[in-house]
């Protein structure tokens, strides 16, 4: 399974997870110039931008570990043009889904308000 499939697949997983845990997806891969964000999602009274990581046991860092900040700021400049684009005024966070193992035995971890900006 290529990279892109198996990103798609998490994507897909942590979609499930989330709404089952009452999160309302609101967007799913927003581009725009400056990246994506995998989820956009409304829960409380929180808009919520999602990063999904995936790895597999071979991974010497946990999928929450490649947030890295490099991306973290990649992913609040998307924020902040999605906001700009909506003109939606609502407290915002950034969560991340961090999924491991294999393909039988998947284990899901939400990280609320995994970083800040």
């Not at 010497?60 to 043009?81: F, G, N």
């Amino acid at each position: 399974m290529n990279t892109r499939t198996l990103g798609k697949v998490g994507e897909e997983l942590a979609k499930l997870f989330l709404e089952k845990e009452g999160y309302r997806i609101l967007e799913e891969n927003f581009w725009c110039r400056y990246g994506e964000i995998d989820l956009i999602a409304k829960e409380a009274d929180y808009v919520v931008f999602i990063e999904v990581k995936l790895s597999n046991n071979k991974s010497y860092l946990t999928p929450q570990e490649k947030v890295d900040y490099r991306k973290q700021r990649q992913l609040e400049k998307v924020a902040r043009y999605y906001f700009s684009l909506q003109q939606v005024d609502s407290d915002f966070r950034f969560d991340v889904v961090a999924i491991s193992g294999d393909k039988k035995n998947r284990e899901i971890e939400l990280f609320k308000n995994a970083f800040y900006c």
